[in-house]
Structure formats: C-alpha cells, structure tokens
C-alpha cells in the first residue's frame, strides 16, 4: 500500500478518478532500464545484420576521399562540396540504426504505460528551475545517489568483463 502524508499507510487503493487524472497528467510508472535494454538490444540486433556491410561502406567511401585528396586543390569550397555528399551518405548509412532506437524506445514505452499522450510532462516548472532551493534535491538526493551507485556497477561489470575477454586472446 502507499503511505499518506504523515508516513502511515492508505486503507484504501487510489480510485479510478485519480489513476485517470494521473494518466492524463502524465504520471506514470515505466522502467528506464527497459527502455535501455530494449534499444541496446536493438541496436545490436541492426549491427548484427547490417554491421558488415557498413563498416565496408565506410572504408570504401574513407579510401576514395584519401584517394581524391591527392590530387584535390583542398579550399574551403571545396571542403564544403565534399561534406555535404559525405552527410547525406553516413544519414543513408546509419538511417536502419536510427530508425530501430526510435522504434524500439516508443514500442517499449507503449508497451509499458499504453497509448496516451500528454503535453503535461512537457511543461517547464519554473519552481524547479532555480538552482539554490533545489540542489540538495536534485543533486543530493537519495535517487541521484542510487543511479549513480547503479552506473557505476553497470560499466564496472561491463569493463570487467571486456578486461576478461581482452586478457584471454
């Protein structure tokens, strides 16, 4: 059960009402590590399957601009008549990856609290915004502390693990 202002706990679960007004205001309940998980799962997934093929893309296209800057008279037009190519062929190139985070962050977030949208979240709170009365908060809270601890432990164990690997070969 949840607990009321004076720390003692609810007789009764919140009602309809309040679980619709909360919804509606966008309060909600969804994991962040979900979401991560499912992106990084994702992202895998594309690299994967299109990883090869990108990473010959690119050494193709990185050997013929060495290759062109031989013979290239290298000016500030002429950089800009080789970036704007080079733009367009890495967003063709990384579009697949880009597309499956913004699916696989959407779909997840979906999955977890259904299709509702809310321009509630989106709105500044300008009593939030000043930094004297809210550091201890934000800074020094128990949250901040407990995500900090938990990244940590995720790349300490993600580099632990790839020193074990990197010591093997």
Avoid: C
């Avoid at 690119?58 to 290298?74: C, F, I, P, Y």
């Avoid at 977890?112 to 509630?120: A, E, M, R």
């Avoid at 934000?138 to 990197?166: A, M, Q």
């Amino acid at each position: 059960m949840a607990e009321n202002a004076e720390g003692q706990e609810k007789s009764e679960d919140a009602s309809g009402k309040k679980l619709s007004d909360a919804r509606d205001q966008g309060s909600v309940i969804k994991s962040a590590e979900l979401n991560a998980t499912a992106i990084l799962l994702g992202t895998i997934f594309v690299l994967l399957a299109y990883g090869s093929f990108m990473s010959e893309q690119m050494g193709q296209a990185s050997k013929e601009t060495m290759r062109d800057l031989d013979h290239a008279n290298v000016t500030l037009a002429w950089v800009h008549s080789q970036l704007l190519p080079a733009f367009f062929f890495l967003s063709i190139l990384l579009a697949p990856i880009l597309i499956v985070i913004l699916f696989a962050g959407v779909m997840t977030s979906i999955m977890q609290v259904g299709w509702k949208i809310s321009t509630k979240p989106l709105m500044p709170k300008w009593d939030k915004l000043n930094p004297v009365t809210n550091f201890s908060k934000v800074i020094i809270s128990k949250k901040s502390l407990v995500e900090l601890i938990k990244n940590i432990l995720k790349i300490t164990g993600l580099t632990l693990r790839d020193l074990d690997k990197t010591s093997t070969l």
